[in-house]
Nanobody, 127 residues
Framework: QVHVVESGGGLVQAGDSLRLSCAVSGRSFDSYNVGWFRQAPGKERDIVAAISWGGGSTRYADSAKGRFTISRDVAKSTLYLQMNSLKPEDTAVYYC????????????????????WGQGTQVTVSS
């Protein structure tokens, strides 16, 4: 059974940084692509960043490029999202998810490519 648990969200001011963590059990990071998504009220759940099962490929939403960094610790089965220079428009619930199939060559960038999700962690950025 796969379990995904996010943590690290909170209330910060614009310009601050946060690091989100995602602990995954039951599915290995060295076999599955994993990603971070976010969903603001009334909006779709969109990709923020993703990393390949081999760790050599990353994908970022345009809004995240240059400010956010995705990383992982395979030994700890933990995924991270370092978020710098936060903006009020980054306010959302952030979700971690694992891809549906192992050893996918292409890193999925839509929610349909992922099957196991955490409960989410709220990030609120005040202006």
């Amino acid at each position: 059974q796969v379990h995904v648990v996010e943590s690290g969200g909170g209330l910060v001011q614009a310009g601050d940084s946060l690091r989100l963590s995602c602990a995954v059990s039951g599915r290995s990071f060295d076999s599955y692509n994993v990603g971070w998504f976010r969903q603001a009220p009334g909006k779709e759940r969109d990709i923020v960043a993703a990393i390949s099962w081999g760790g050599g490929s990353t994908r970022y939403a345009d809004s995240a490029k240059g400010r956010f960094t995705i990383s992982r610790d395979v030994a700890k089965s933990t995924l991270y999202l370092q978020m710098n220079s936060l903006k009020p428009e980054d306010t959302a619930v952030y979700y971690c998810a694992t891809a549906r199939r192992p050893y996918e060559a292409a890193v999925p960038t839509t929610r349909e490519g992922y099957d196991y999700w955490g409960q989410g962690t709220q990030v609120t950025v005040s202006s």
